[in-house]
């Protein structure tokens, strides 16, 4: 690594007469998530210590502000770097370089052993961890850790339902499936009435799909970072092989379309009324109402569900999706960070904020048991008490999963097989083995001991 | 077919030329198509977008005023900003760019200087090194001089443009005849006033092409902005606009608000500046283009 | 090498080289500066930089050779290669075919809707590949899109451009949009620049219209054809934005490594793999350098390209 060192540094003299020959030289700098400067947020406090912070919730601005205004020791200096994707590039980008990452990052529960397998992010149990224990469950703890570190303060989660159309259902005379049995046969019996589709199975949403493998009972990935680099990888277990043949049965049967998800396609579609059913989580009201679902002569059909269970007298609740905020490793301070990250999003204004405009759906306990909250008729639902009915029991009774530090292949190598899949070049089993041989492959080439 | 007929008239070259303009006519609708759409569908809110309605028409409701609105003010107003980043990084890379080229080029057709054949060959063969593979080497070079995350990580890389500055040679070669600089020079001038006073009025066609090809280039850039900037208050339209993109298609992310408008208005306004750009200055790439395609 | 300077009396012949040379060098020098600092230097980091192995648990080690080893038997990296070169070998001539043919139309029509035509025609060239893209994706659009409500007015389904079995046309239709109105520009340029007698000339030997484009146009423009090929050809082979983008509305039908450099930037910016990531696009670099040079040396001719 030495010789790397003198080999960069020579070449960043010669960049940086480069730079003095055509410029002046103004050397910037030293890079973007550290510096105060650039901030899309107003700071009024100026003389209090700054801690950066990407995130990428709508209402961040408001948060931010609510925050800055209770603390005089500490000041946000927030921006938004990306939605999910593109930020994880760019803090990814930042972890390799060195340089250039924020002290605190919004990131998803699925990501964090991602970041700490890279130690990028600090373990903040010994910093305020106790302090808010107990305003979250053991369920949104776990989600944030890895082995016995925290590495995220939990904000919003996403307890999994099945949202449909009342009016689809009317019409072919069914009521809400409560088994995956239950779903097919409905499937089927709208599909041979000449209905629409009954759901989707969207490539682009592996993160869902492991939800739903989860929910049957796989145990994808067992990870400990006190386990010397070893890695349990199971991807291709009956219970995994299961679900995705189940899934596959309704693709070719066509009962279920393949749209990849959250594209103008496939909001076009649900607009449009092709699919009866859609398997989401507690933030998808939220996101349809804000692409356009569900407004006109549609304002009332949408209804949700608890999720279609296996065994439905050992009923299992999954999650998709949510963020944390987590502490990097390049944080100046990260006692400091870890207040922040502890604090933003944890005052009622702003979670308030976040559930009534139905931006997240909170993991604070104190929310949870807020009858206000969990009363709420919910607009998009014609009025339906969708969290005292499904969303709130969801939440409670989430236990966690275990999440991978090779997460971004295993996404993307998912991805790929549930594309195989749905153009029927693969079945469900085929494309699991397939994935556990791509993935143990990769997790042994980048030095694990696979079990 | 018409070929006799249009030869027969050739030296007039008038009309008896419709079969061909009829196939000009399809043409000209495939190449204009995506335009009007996105003209057409920048006026619609997102129920007008997705709601059903005809993809080539209006709806009912035309909303370019409140999506203008929108547009320029969703997260602070950061699409004006985002505008002016590009006009800036094509203004300092375009220009550079060419200042370059014609230091360059001029240097590599009007001297024979040692190792001139030799420099010659390399640019020649840089011509054809992507420059996509060297934008990871550069970005880690950047992040140990702290230069990433600046607009020096954007404009530093789109100096370098090796076939600016072998259009530029071709262009001096042809254009500016030795028997002019030795005139100047037997009149006194030294070699710079030379170049300035002689050579550089003769090179304006190719300047201007040089120019707006470095311009374009720079403006049309994603990959390497993309990578080099995380800050997006620094970023140019096309890297912005793909990560409006990205948030609209991520939950949870855009709130209670539809980007896509705003996304397909922010297309049109970002390929107006261009589109004026190349129309007022026609006349000058129109010739500059030629070079290096003949002899 | 046509260049010539006056001569010189021998006497002052060395000193006046010096000097011309330090001139020259002036010249030059400004663009050799950053010539060594974003060209040589980064590509020889990345030649370094690719002859590491970094992995999540053990850290980075020498392996010399061993990423270039990996990269020529990984079937994602071949899988892009041979995807890139399957699609230049199908877009290369479609775009250089349907340009050479608007620009020998243009240049036979000469109306002002012809000169109309020319503009619109190039104007996709001014539009960032990142936008046009988008554009098409939406106009691919089953739901909402107009191909697929020109084939519902005849009561069949369109075909869905961004399906895994159709991308390739898909991304074929956007790329020969953006691209070949700049191409028959250069290469209207270059017919224009023909001289008009040679055409009278062959007339009154008797040649037809299409013995003219044939015999006398599409020669005299070969040189910019070979010019054209050669961009087109380096443009392809490194092929990342459009597919990049599209990705977004078809995740399913362009996987994250879908093309080489699609896959460097994975490797690179998404797996933490700054090594594996600077051997594929060295690898690729090499390709496309070695590709194009052997392509120039076989239509190598007087006067053309390489002067």
Same mark, same amino acid.
């Given at each position: 690594?030495?010789?790397?060192?003198?080999?960069?540094?020579?070449?960043?003299?010669?960049?940086?007469?480069?730079?003095?020959?055509?410029?002046?030289?103004?050397?910037?700098?030293?890079?973007?998530?550290?510096?105060?400067?650039?901030?899309?947020?107003?700071?009024?406090?100026?003389?209090?210590?700054?801690?950066?912070?990407?995130?990428?919730?709508?209402?961040?601005?408001?948060?931010?502000?609510?925050?800055?205004?209770?603390?005089?020791?500490?000041?946000?200096?927030?921006?938004?770097?990306? %939605?999910g994707g593109?930020?994880y590039?760019?803090?990814q980008?930042?972890?390799?370089?060195?340089?250039?990452?924020?002290?605190?990052?919004?990131v998803e529960g699925d990501r964090i052993a991602v970041y700490q397998i890279q130690?990028a992010l600090?373990?903040?149990?010994?910093?305020?961890?106790?302090?808010?224990?107990?305003?979250?469950s053991e369920g949104a703890w776990k989600d944030v850790s890895v082995g016995d570190g925290v590495f995220g303060?939990p904000?919003?989660g996403g307890p999994m339902a099945m949202?449909?159309?009342?009016?689809?259902?009317?019409?072919?005379?069914?009521?809400?499936?409560?088994t995956w049995?239950?779903y097919?046969?409905?499937?089927?019996?709208?599909?041979? %009435?000449?209905?629409?589709?009954?759901g989707d199975f969207g490539a682009n949403v592996p993160a869902a799909i492991m939800a739903l493998l989860y929910q049957n009972g796989a145990e994808p990935f067992t990870y400990d970072p006190a386990g010397e680099g070893e890695i349990g990888i199971n991807l291709n277990d009956d219970a995994s092989k299961e679900v995705l043949d189940y899934w596959g049965g309704l693709v070719?049967?066509?009962?279920v379309?393949t749209?990849d998800q959250f594209?103008?396609?496939?909001?076009?579609?649900?607009?449009?009324?092709?699919?009866?059913?859609?398997i989401s989580a507690a933030w998808?009201?939220?996101?349809?109402?804000?692409?356009?679902?569900?407004?006109?002569?549609? %304002?009332?059909?949408?209804?949700?569900?608890?999720l279609p269970q296996w065994d439905?007298?050992n009923p299992v609740d999954v999650n998709w999706g949510g963020s944390a905020?987590s502490?990097?490793?390049?944080?100046?301070?990260?006692?400091?960070?870890?207040?922040?990250?502890?604090?933003?999003?944890?005052?009622?204004?702003?979670?308030?904020?976040?559930?009534?405009?139905?931006?997240?759906?909170?993991l604070?306990?104190?929310?949870?048991?807020?009858?206000?909250?969990?009363?709420?008729?919910?607009?998009?639902?014609?009025?339906?008490?969708?969290?005292?009915?499904?969303?709130?029991?969801a939440a409670?009774g989430y236990t966690g999963m275990n999440y991978t530090p090779i997460g971004q292949f295993y996404y993307t190598a998912f991805t790929k097989q549930i594309a195989a899949i749905n153009?029927?070049s693969a079945t469900g089993s085929e494309a699991a083995d397939a994935l556990q041989d791509e993935v143990a492959a990769y997790a042994t080439e980048q030095g694990f001991t696979v079990k | *077919?018409?070929?006799?007929?249009?030869?027969?008239?050739?030296?007039?070259?008038?009309?008896?030329?419709?079969?061909?303009?009829?196939?000009?006519?399809?043409?000209?609708?495939?190449?204009?198509?995506?335009?009007?759409?996105?003209?057409?569908?920048? +006026?619609?809110?997102?129920?007008?977008?997705?709601?059903?309605?005809?993809?080539?028409?209006?709806?009912?409701?035309?909303?370019?005023?409140?999506?203008?609105?929108?547009?320029?003010?969703?997260?602070?107003?950061?699409?004006?900003?985002?505008? $002016?980043?590009?006009?800036?990084?094509?203004? $300092?890379?375009?220009?550079?760019?060419?200042?370059?080229? =014609?230091?360059?080029?001029?240097?590599?057709?009007?001297?024979?200087?040692?190792?001139?054949?030799?420099?010659?060959?390399?640019?020649?063969?840089?011509?054809?090194?992507?420059?996509?593979?060297?934008?990871?080497?550069?970005?880690?070079?950047?992040?140990?001089?702290?230069?990433?995350?600046?607009?020096?990580?954007?404009?530093?890389?789109?100096?370098?443009?090796?076939?600016?500055?072998?259009?530029?040679?071709?262009?001096?070669?042809?254009?500016?005849?030795?028997?002019?600089?030795?005139?100047?020079?037997?009149?006194?001038?030294?070699?710079?006033?030379?170049?300035?006073?002689?050579?550089?009025?003769?090179?304006?066609?190719? *300047?201007?092409?040089? $120019?707006?090809?470095? =311009?374009?280039?720079?403006?049309?850039?994603?990959?390497?902005? $993309?990578?080099?900037? +995380?800050?997006?208050?620094?970023?140019?339209?096309?890297?912005?606009?793909?990560?409006?993109?990205?948030?609209?298609?991520t939950y949870?992310?855009?709130?209670?608000? +539809?980007?896509?408008?705003?996304?397909?208005?922010?297309?049109?306004? +970002?390929?107006?500046?261009?589109?004026?750009?190349?129309?007022?200055?026609?006349?000058?790439?129109?010739?500059?283009?030629?070079?290096?395609?003949?002899? | 090498?046509?260049?010539?300077?006056?001569?010189?009396?021998?006497?002052?012949?060395?000193?006046?080289? /010096?000097?011309?040379?330090?001139?020259?060098?002036?010249?030059?020098?400004?663009?050799?500066?950053?010539? /060594?600092?974003?060209?040589?230097?980064?590509?020889?980091?990345?030649?370094?930089?690719?002859?590491?192995?970094?992995a999540l648990i053990?850290?980075?080690?020498?392996?010399?050779?061993?990423?270039?080893?990996?990269?020529?038997?990984?079937?994602a990296?071949?899988?892009?290669?041979?995807?890139?070169?399957?699609?230049? /070998?199908?877009?290369?001539?479609?775009?250089?075919?349907?340009?050479?043919?608007?620009?020998?139309?243009?240049?036979?029509?000469?109306?002002?809707?012809?000169?109309?035509?020319?503009?619109?025609?190039?104007?996709?060239?001014?539009? #960032?590949?990142?936008?046009?893209?988008?554009?098409?994706?939406?106009?691919?659009?089953?739901?909402?899109? #107009?191909?697929?409500?020109?084939?519902?007015?005849?009561?069949?389904?369109?075909?869905?451009?961004?399906?895994?079995?159709?991308?390739?046309?898909?991304?074929?239709?956007?790329?020969?949009?953006?691209?070949?109105?700049?191409?028959?520009?250069?290469?209207?340029?270059?017919?224009?620049?023909?001289?008009?007698?040679?055409?009278?000339?062959?007339?009154?030997?008797?040649?037809?219209?299409?013995?003219?484009?044939?015999?006398?146009?599409? #020669?005299?423009?070969?040189?910019?054809?070979?010019?054209?090929?050669?961009?087109?050809?380096?443009?392809?082979?490194? @092929?990342?934005?459009?597919?990049?983008?599209?990705?977004?509305?078809?995740a399913g039908?362009?996987p994250a490594d @879908?093309?080489?450099?699609?896959?460097?930037?994975e490797q690179?910016?998404q797996l933490a793999n700054?090594?594996?990531?600077?051997?594929?696009?060295?690898? /690729?670099?090499?390709?496309? @350098?070695?590709?194009?040079?052997?392509?120039?040396?076989?239509?190598?001719?007087?006067?053309?390209?390489?002067?």
């Amino acid at each position: 690594m030495k010789t790397r060192k003198v080999i960069a540094a020579a070449a960043a003299l010669t960049i940086a007469a480069a730079l003095a020959a055509c410029s002046g030289g103004d050397g910037g700098g030293g890079g973007g998530g550290n510096d105060a400067s650039n901030c899309t947020n107003k700071i009024t406090k100026t003389d209090a210590p700054i801690v950066t912070l990407w995130a990428w919730y709508p209402n961040m601005e408001l948060v931010v502000d609510n925050f800055n205004k209770d603390h005089d020791d500490v000041q946000v200096c927030w921006t938004n770097a990306g %939605a999910g994707g593109d930020e994880y590039d760019k803090f990814q980008t930042a972890i390799t370089a060195g340089t250039g990452a924020p002290d605190v990052v919004m990131v998803e529960g699925d990501r964090i052993a991602v970041y700490q397998i890279q130690d990028a992010l600090v373990d903040i149990s010994g910093y305020g961890y106790d302090d808010v224990k107990d305003n979250f469950s053991e369920g949104a703890w776990k989600d944030v850790s890895v082995g016995d570190g925290v590495f995220g303060a939990p904000i919003d989660g996403g307890p999994m339902a099945m949202i449909y159309r009342k009016d689809v259902f009317d019409q072919y005379g069914i009521t809400p499936p409560t088994t995956w049995a239950e779903y097919e046969t409905a499937a089927q019996t709208v599909k041979d %009435a000449g209905g629409p589709l009954f759901g989707d199975f969207g490539a682009n949403v592996p993160a869902a799909i492991m939800a739903l493998l989860y929910q049957n009972g796989a145990e994808p990935f067992t990870y400990d970072p006190a386990g010397e680099g070893e890695i349990g990888i199971n991807l291709n277990d009956d219970a995994s092989k299961e679900v995705l043949d189940y899934w596959g049965g309704l693709v070719s049967k066509g009962l279920v379309g393949t749209q990849d998800q959250f594209t103008p396609e496939y909001i076009s579609g649900v607009i449009a009324g092709d699919y009866a059913t859609y398997i989401s989580a507690a933030w998808a009201p939220g996101y349809l109402q804000g692409a356009g679902v569900g407004e006109g002569a549609d %304002a009332d059909v949408w209804a949700t569900a608890p999720l279609p269970q296996w065994d439905p007298d050992n009923p299992v609740d999954v999650n998709w999706g949510g963020s944390a905020f987590s502490v990097t490793s390049q944080a100046k301070d990260p006692e400091l960070a870890a207040k922040v990250a502890f604090g933003v999003y944890a005052d009622d204004a702003s979670l308030r904020d976040g559930w009534e405009n139905q931006i997240i759906f909170p993991l604070n306990v104190n929310v949870l048991n807020d009858p206000e909250f969990i009363d709420l008729e919910v607009g998009f639902f014609g009025g339906q008490q969708a969290n005292k009915e499904v969303y709130v029991p969801a939440a409670n009774g989430y236990t966690g999963m275990n999440y991978t530090p090779i997460g971004q292949f295993y996404y993307t190598a998912f991805t790929k097989q549930i594309a195989a899949i749905n153009d029927g070049s693969a079945t469900g089993s085929e494309a699991a083995d397939a994935l556990q041989d791509e993935v143990a492959a990769y997790a042994t080439e980048q030095g694990f001991t696979v079990k | *077919m018409s070929a006799t007929r249009i030869e027969r008239r050739r030296p007039l070259r008038k009309p008896g030329q419709l079969p061909l303009q009829i196939v000009l006519a399809f043409l000209v609708i495939y190449f204009l198509i995506p335009f009007w759409w996105v003209i057409v569908n920048s +006026s619609k809110n997102s129920s007008g977008l997705f709601g059903g309605g005809s993809a080539l028409w209006f709806a009912t409701d035309i909303d370019y005023v409140e999506n203008f609105r929108q547009l320029f003010t969703y997260g602070g107003g950061i699409y004006g900003r985002w505008l $002016l980043n590009s006009a800036l990084y094509a203004f $300092l890379g375009g220009i550079g760019a060419t200042v370059l080229a =014609v230091l360059a080029g001029y240097g590599f057709a009007k001297y024979r200087f040692a190792g001139r054949r030799a420099a010659f060959s390399i640019l020649l063969g840089a011509v054809m090194v992507p420059t996509t593979a060297l934008v990871i080497p550069t970005f880690v070079l950047f992040s140990q001089a702290g230069l990433t995350n600046t607009i020096w990580a954007v404009v530093l890389p789109t100096l370098l443009n090796p076939f600016a500055v072998y259009l530029m040679h071709v262009y001096v070669r042809d254009a500016v005849p030795d028997e002019l600089m030795d005139a100047a020079r037997v009149d006194g001038a030294g070699e710079f006033r030379t170049f300035l006073q002689v050579a550089l009025p003769l090179l304006r066609p190719a *300047m201007v092409t040089v $120019l707006l090809l470095s =311009v374009v280039s720079s403006w049309n850039n994603y990959f390497l902005p $993309l990578v080099m900037l +995380s800050d997006n208050r620094l970023f140019p339209v096309t890297v912005g606009i793909g990560l409006w993109e990205g948030t609209a298609s991520t939950y949870g992310a855009a709130g209670g608000e +539809s980007l896509w408008s705003i996304i397909i208005l922010g297309s049109l306004v +970002s390929v107006i500046p261009l589109i004026i750009a190349f129309l007022s200055l026609q006349r000058y790439w129109r010739g500059g283009l030629t070079i290096g395609s003949l002899k | 090498m046509t260049t010539t300077i006056a001569a010189t009396p021998r006497v002052r012949r060395r000193s006046k080289a /010096l000097r011309e040379n330090a001139i020259a060098w002036l010249f030059v020098g400004p663009f050799g500066i950053v010539f /060594l600092a974003m060209l040589i230097l980064p590509l020889g980091f990345a030649l370094y930089l690719s002859m590491f192995q970094k992995a999540l648990i053990g850290g980075t080690r020498f392996v010399f050779l061993g990423n270039y080893a990996k990269a020529f038997t990984d079937p994602a990296f071949l899988d892009g290669v041979w995807f890139v070169v399957r699609f230049s /070998l199908v877009l290369i001539p479609i775009q250089m075919a349907i340009s050479l043919a608007i620009a020998l139309i243009l240049d036979i029509v000469t109306t002002r809707f012809a000169r109309f035509a020319r503009l619109m025609i190039f104007m996709p060239y001014a539009i #960032p590949a990142v936008i046009g893209a988008l554009m098409w994706g939406f106009l691919y659009s089953k739901n909402f899109g #107009p191909i697929a409500d020109f084939f519902a007015a005849f009561g069949a389904t369109g075909p869905d451009f961004l399906s895994r079995g159709l991308i390739f046309y898909g991304l074929l239709n956007v790329v020969t949009w953006q691209w070949a109105g700049y191409y028959m520009i250069i290469l209207f340029a270059a017919l224009q620049a023909i001289d008009p007698t040679l055409y009278e000339a062959a007339r009154i030997d008797g040649a037809s219209q299409w013995q003219i484009i044939l015999r006398i146009k599409i #020669p005299l423009v070969a040189p910019a054809l070979v010019l054209i090929l050669v961009f087109a050809l380096i443009g392809t082979l490194q @092929f990342f934005n459009e597919p990049q983008i599209l990705r977004e509305l078809a995740a399913g039908a362009i996987p994250a490594d @879908f093309t080489p450099n699609m896959y460097a930037y994975e490797q690179a910016f998404q797996l933490a793999n700054y090594n594996y990531g600077a051997a594929i696009s060295f690898a /690729l670099g090499a390709v496309v @350098f070695i590709c194009v040079y052997i392509f120039m040396f076989a239509t190598r001719k007087r006067g053309s390209f390489l002067s």
